[in-house]
């Protein structure tokens, strides 16, 4: 057998691509119900949405993308066809820290929502910031959904961005495309708004074992008004998928290699 010249420098064995989880986080998530504020119309929340957002959160968001991940980015361009309308970025989980910072800057100037897991504002200090950087957790019940989707109408009509990770789950450094359900597909469905592929890949670096990221947005994607709108979200979510599967192509290395079991 002929040896790598670059191998991987560990190997992860997973059983289910939709619901295994490799972030290593041990947060216990809190209750997010009908009693969680999503949308804070107060002058202060605003005024503390834009310090934290602007002045602190962007500038670390940049170092940390050019200094420990080495990014670039593609086709930021895109996002001038939809400008002043707000839109749904699709994207991959690949990154614990750099996922909530890469759609910043690829998306700069847009402001930017991410729908989160409770995990992410549930952090003893952290997570009382991380609603001021844009965080919309999932909802932890039926009666907090209204509120939630409400929150999503809102932003969206404001024109912000709104970021989703549709694989759910983080595995770090991945080079495929994970399966996903059509299921987050609904709220661009709803708004009639645009869609984009945020696809981040993993290419060689010419000194270092780490790879450099290289994110990719394409798009944008509109639902297909002559669908049902069950059929219209598959649509939309198998021409995202798609797009997202030929940019993962561009990876040219394999930092952390995943195996399934069953293939063991």
Same mark, same amino acid.
């Given at each position: ?8 420098? @560990? ?26 504020? &999503? ?13 934290? *957002? ?26 001038? $066809? ?7 970025? *699709?994207?991959?989980?690949?990154? $614990? ?15 930017? &929502? ?8 549930? %952090? ?18 039926? @009666?907090? %959904? ?27 450094? *991945?080079? +495929? ?7 987050? %597909? @609904? ?10 592929? %945020? ?30 709108? @069950?059929?219209?979200? $598959? ?6 998928? +798609? ?22």
């Amino acid at each position: 057998m002929k040896k790598e010249k670059y191998p991987p420098v @560990k190997t992860v064995y997973y059983t289910d691509e939709r619901n295994d989880e490799f972030a290593d986080d041990n947060i216990t998530p809190r209750v997010i119900d009908e009693n969680y504020c &999503y949308v804070d119309t107060r002058l202060r929340w605003k005024f503390g949405r834009f310090v934290a *957002y602007r002045l602190v959160a962007m500038p670390i968001a940049y170092l940390y993308c050019k200094l420990f991940l080495h990014s670039s980015f593609r086709n930021r361009h895109l996002l001038k $066809q939809v400008r002043g309308k707000g839109c749904f970025v *699709y994207g991959n989980h690949t990154q $614990q820290i750099g996922d909530p910072f890469i759609p910043n800057i690829l998306l700069f100037p847009r402001s930017v &929502y991410v729908i989160v897991h409770p995990n992410n504002v549930s %952090m003893p200090v952290l997570g009382k910031f991380t609603p001021y950087l844009g965080a919309l957790p999932l909802p932890s019940n039926l @009666k907090a %959904m209204r509120n939630f989707r409400e929150a999503i109408r809102t932003r969206a009509v404001e024109g912000n961005v709104m970021v989703i990770y549709p694989e759910a789950h983080i595995w770090p450094y *991945y080079t +495929g495309i994970r399966d996903f359900p059509a299921t987050s %597909m @609904k709220y661009p469905v709803e708004l009639d708004a645009p869609c984009f592929a %945020m696809t981040t890949t993993y290419r060689r670096r010419r000194f270092g074992r780490k790879p450099r990221c290289v994110t990719y947005l394409d798009g944008p994607f509109y639902p297909d008004p002559q669908l049902p709108p @069950k059929s219209r979200a $598959q649509a939309l979510r198998d021409e995202i998928y +798609g797009a997202m599967v030929a940019r993962s192509r561009e990876s040219d290395c394999e930092y952390i290699r995943y195996t399934k079991k069953e293939d063991v």
